[in-house]
């Protein structure tokens, strides 16, 4: 399980300094990023070693996670969510933005940021206490695990020309993994094909496109690994900033922001 952990966020690490390599305009968020993930990626160690009840979930991020979270947050984040992390930490209820996030509550930037990143890694390395999220109405565009709705879909690569793998989506919340046809919106389940543009950028976005809907007016980013098997989905996902404006200049919004904001 140890070893399942750090090769999770290691290639998480290294696939944001290729792409850090690959587009110029990302570099800021991802330094950011990396920054987060080595935070991160102690937090999942310490939750998996301790294994902290789902009622005290929201205290232990705060606790275990955050301190990590903030100075990744203050050493490379802008100057804008440094001041508004010092602002946070003098004085913010810590706990209740966790437990807010925790309920799917609207929250300001600086505060979702903080939550999201503390208390992902520990949904993440501990799925019973992520299934205690869900609540009892749901239904096949939310996560199976924990209610939480998906984050980007992907397509897996299977090796094989001929053999498409199914559109994989993956949660905001706790990084749980489940299939949805790719003929069904991943926001308000609609299923025609002629209501469901899809925009992409091959020339700078290859292995991205933007997959709307008319009818909902939502999007969210695939990744195909198929054609970039080594794109890690939630890095990738985080630096398709320009298929964002584009998504967002035709009046969709994205179903779940990322955790950069975007
Ligand atoms: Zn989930
Ligand atoms: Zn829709």
Redesign the pocket.
Known sequence: MALLASTVHAERRERARELGARYDFAEGPLRLYLAVVDAQERAFERALADGPGAEEIAAYAVRVALPGVMEAAVAAGTETLREAVLLRFAEGDLEGIVEAWLRGEQQGGTDTFLARAAAAPVLEALPEVAAALRSAESDDRRCPRCGGLPQLAFFPDTGEALLTGQRTLVCSRCAGEWVLSRMT?A????TAGAKMPILSDVDHFPHVRIDA?E??R?YLLTIDLRKDPRAVPLVDELVALPLDLAAAERGYSKISRNLMGF
């Open positions: 919106c926001s308000c389940g609609e809907c009818i909902c939502r």
